[in-house]
């Protein structure tokens, strides 16, 4: 049988807040980074999220070329994860700083699809008035 989980309104609101947080620092230090290399800036945070027990923060990433690239942009972000928790361990007033995993986030290509579709289906329509 499954659990659920039951969170407070205040519980659920610090949690975005130290999520929105997060996502504000490390979008800072990531644009910090990409200016020493230039192939960070064709990826972008789309959204950071802290697991149940805050203990590991997942940074989304997005980019128009797509996932097969993100292989190779996160072996270069692996060398930044020690120097993103420390600089967030001076910025953030946290008792602990959480691990980071970087993925790709699928949403944008999912709303890509769901619009080229929309789109095909538009033209289709039009096609078949005349």
Known sequence: MATTRR?????????????????????????????????????????????????????????????????????????YKPSIRAALANKIDARRVPQIAFRYDEQFSKIREIEELIESVKTKDSDDIE
């Open 7 to 79: 969170y407070s309104k205040t519980g659920i609101i610090k949690r975005n807040q130290k999520q929105s947080l997060l996502l504000r620092e490390i979008s800072q230090l990531v644009q910090q980074a990409s200016l020493d290399d230039i192939s960070l800036t064709a990826f972008s945070i789309s959204r950071v999220e802290l697991s149940d027990d805050k203990g590991c923060c997942y940074i989304y990433f997005f980019s128009e070329l797509g996932k097969d690239n993100f292989k190779d942009f996160t072996e270069k972000l692996r060398l």
